[in-house]
């Protein structure tokens, strides 16, 4: 068999499992993982390492008689019977010298803790930790056969359902254990119908069965059918039955028979089955039904929480960069800053080059906002200054206003919970995590107007080493062409021409020249708003990143690191099964921001 894949996923999970359920929140569901889990590691897994051998576990209801049956196959008073409920609490295994060494060596049933049995009312004390296997060495046995007996499945005691799941996981021949009270219960029916559909051998023996009276024979072979039908088999089938022998009695000889004579008694019945075919076929139909199970909930569960997880916090990330600073956070706002950029720009190209290019704009805009303020240069200092101060806290406060009300971290249930409770300790220290975020973002400001003066300086050199110049002299070219030719035409005249004529056709071209040296500016413009308003942005990313950092990463920490070992365990589930199954077909979305968050287009520049 090919089991490379396995390995490589067995690692892969233990490695997700270990950091997910570790973690104080719960994000996944252990419950919903061992569906496929407890096919994966307990019988997946430890089939690989060995030669095959078969796994034979008595399984049924409270008080059926599962572990007299254990003992009977074994022709020894091996395990604890009792007459209360749910006497068995822990399973026994029941194995070759080699086969029990293997097991206690913790190699075999991975999902418990094997210990050895010294007595037998050990499977009986309550005080055993959940995961532990009783295992007894039996001389008798041959290395190929391994015997369990196990809780009951239908108990008042739950984690004995999870022991029994487990156990029938680990299972290839499961004994069904059925009495006249207890034949159609319905945890019974669905437990052996599960067992089927993951590819077990179902034996079923109807137990504690009257003797010396054909009629309650008969019955019980009916009820038996009645049970085959209900876990759904139709066809004829070896069923077993135990008769009830009187109390004091040794029953441990006696044989378990068929209801048909042709089939030999339950022991060599079981013998019958040949190991390594059996346990290939079985092994088949295990992968299969983990393959499946394992797909719906990669699919259904893993990935759609992931989704949803990473759905909401994006909606957070987008809320906070687009509604909260992009709306409340302009940079050296009243500074006129564009104005500055323009003066900047004319004295780095030269006035009089300016004026080649811009006949028409020479005297716009040509006086810097911070001469004029330079008079005044400390006072403006710590206005701009607070003026920042108040717009990060007003993104601060707006943000946190908005996580502490918001439905969407409401409707996470304990996960909310806790999100909220972190929320509850910022809040709690609001003013010094403002003061933090206020400190970090300072720097990156360029306080100080010749800080300021300075940015402005690399923004322009940005503008004109990114420019196409030559466009704009090919422009200015042709409107200085139409010019000169408007001017001739109105100063010398044109012939052929009488002097309206001229006039209108000088103003004409004129006009032109004029309208050239427009859209040229116009243009020009707009390359240098497209770099301020870049500019503008990269700074208000810088605040959204420390919000973000401080805020949001912080109150959705536990969110964070889940989204982070998931994406990392979807990519290599993604590696390992692609050629394999076809159980991936979904993946992580790239989940569109909702309406409610999308940008807003009106531009940061139109403000100022
Ligand atoms: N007389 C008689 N009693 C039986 C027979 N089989 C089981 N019993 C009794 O039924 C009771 C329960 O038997 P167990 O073998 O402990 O049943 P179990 O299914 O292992 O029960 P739990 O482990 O509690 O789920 C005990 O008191 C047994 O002695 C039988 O063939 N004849
Ligand atoms: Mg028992």
């Keep these: 068999m090919e089991c490379n894949w396995i390995d490589r996923f067995a690692e892969v999970w233990k490695q997700f499992k270990e950091r997910v359920f570790n973690s104080e929140v719960k994000i996944l569901d252990r419950e919903e993982v061992s569906v496929w889990e407890d096919l994966f590691i307990g019988k997946i897994l430890p089939h690989l390492e060995r030669e095959g051998c078969l796994v034979i576990a008595i399984a049924g209801g409270t008080n059926t008689g599962k572990s007299t049956i254990t003992n009977v196959l074994m022709k020894k008073e091996i395990t ?12 026994v295994l029941i194995a070759s010298e080699r086969k029990a060494r293997e097991c206690l060596n913790n190699s075999m049933f991975l999902e418990f803790e ?9 499977a009986i004390a309550p005080s055993l930790p959940n995961n532990i296997l009783l295992v007894k060495e039996e001389e008798s046995l041959p290395d190929t056969y391994l015997y369990l007996d196990t809780p009951d499945i239908d108990s008042i005691a739950k984690e004995h359902w999870k022991i029994a799941e487990k156990i029938v996981s680990a299972g290839d021949i499961i004994v069904a254990v059925i009495s006249d009270s207890k034949y159609k219960d319905d945890a019974v029916v669905k437990f052996f119908r599960r067992a089927l559909e993951e590819g077990k051998i179902v034996i079923p023996i109807m137990n504690k069965v009257e003797r010396d009276n054909p009629k309650y024979h008969q019955i019980a072979e009916e009820q038996i059918k009645d049970f085959l039908k209900e876990i759904g088999i139709q066809e ?9 022998w009187p109390y004091g009695e040794n029953i441990l000889e006696k044989p378990i028979k068929s209801f048909t004579d042709t089939v030999p008694d339950l022991r060599e019945y079981i013998h019958s089955f040949p190991v390594q075919e059996t346990k290939a076929q079985i092994m088949k139909k295990t992968i299969q039904r983990f393959e499946e199970e394992l797909g719906r909930w990669y699919q259904n569960i893993f990935i759609e929480s992931l989704n949803h997880l990473i759905f909401k916090v994006r909606y957070f990330e987008d809320y906070l960069e687009n509604r909260i600073v992009k709306e409340k956070f302009v940079p050296f706002q009243g500074l006129r800053l564009l ?6 720009l004319r004295r780095q190209i030269g006035y009089f080059k300016y004026l080649i290019f811009f006949p028409t704009h020479i005297f716009l805009g040509h006086r810097s906002s911070f001469a004029k303020v330079i008079k005044d240069k400390e006072k403006t200092e710590i206005e701009i200054k607070q003026k920042h101060r108040w717009m990060i806290e007003e993104c601060f406060n707006a943000f946190l206003d908005c996580l502490l009300k918001s439905e969407l971290i409401a409707e996470m249930g304990p996960l909310g919970e806790k999100i909220n409770e972190r929320l509850h300790k910022l809040h709690t220290r609001r003013e010094v995590l403002l003061q933090k975020i206020i400190t970090e973002m300072e720097p990156l400001l360029s306080m100080k107007l010749e800080w300021m003066q300075k940015e402005i300086e690399n923004i322009v050199s940005d503008i004109l080493s990114s420019l196409n110049l030559y466009s704009l002299y090919g422009k200015r070219v042709l409107s200085l062409l139409l010019l000169g030719t408007g001017l001739i035409s109105i100063v010398y005249g044109m012939p052929y021409m009488g002097p309206w004529v001229e006039i209108l056709a000088g103003g004409g071209i004129l006009s032109s020249a004029v309208f050239i040296d427009r859209i040229g500016h116009k243009e020009f413009q ?5 770099l301020y308003e870049k500019w503008v942005l990269s700074k208000q990313a810088e605040l959204t990143q420390i919000l973000k950092a401080e ?7 536990d969110i964070y690191k889940y989204i982070d070992f998931a994406e990392q365990f979807e990519e ?4 390992i099964f692609n050629d394999k199954f076809s159980l991936l077909g979904k993946g992580i979305k790239n989940l569109p921001t909702e309406d409610r968050v999308n940008p807003r287009e009106d531009r940061v520049v139109e403000k100022h």
């Design 339 to 344: 104005e500055d950029i323009n003066y900047e």
């Design 572 to 575: 290599e589930v993604q590696k």
């Design 236 to 244: 004829n089938y070896p069923c077993f039955y135990f008769p009830r």
């Design 114 to 122: 094997a210990v050895r049995m010294e007595n037998k009312e050990e």
């Design 551 to 557: 805020v949001l990463e912080d109150v959705f920490q």
């Design 80 to 91: 604890a019977t009792d007459y209360k409920a749910a006497a068995t609490k822990r399973p």
């Design 526 to 530: 707009a390359s240098i708003n497209l």
